[in-house]
């Protein structure tokens, strides 16, 4: 059976700022035993939004309309879903060149 690895104590911090800069400079696996831990759900959380302003060209803005319209969705949820995907792609994409580069 193998040893277990000694876990270090967690300081003690006087502020959220200073625990957040120890967090980011340190692995929590010095510190906390994960090999219990389960998989959070939380079915009620709401995902925050934040409303922007984006200007648009007028044609690009009337191809969106005329889109979201044949799938019967507000064009906004449709531009939503577009960034989404592209966002997912473009992270994904650089995510293998780190591991590749």
Do not use: C
């Amino acid at each position: 059976m193998a040893k277990r690895k000694q876990l270090k104590p967690i300081p003690r911090f006087r502020t959220e700022a200073e625990e957040r800069a120890f967090w980011e400079s340190h692995d929590t696996a010095d510190f906390v035993d994960w090999s219990g831990a389960h998989l959070g759900f939380f079915p009620n959380l709401k995902l925050s939004t934040e409303t922007i302003s984006l200007r648009l060209p007028a044609g690009l803005l009337a191809e969106l309309k005329i889109l979201a319209n044949k799938r019967d969705v507000p064009y906004q949820s449709l531009l939503k879903l577009y960034l989404a995907e592209r966002v997912a792609r473009e992270v994904a994409r650089e995510s293998v060149g780190r591991t590749t580069g």
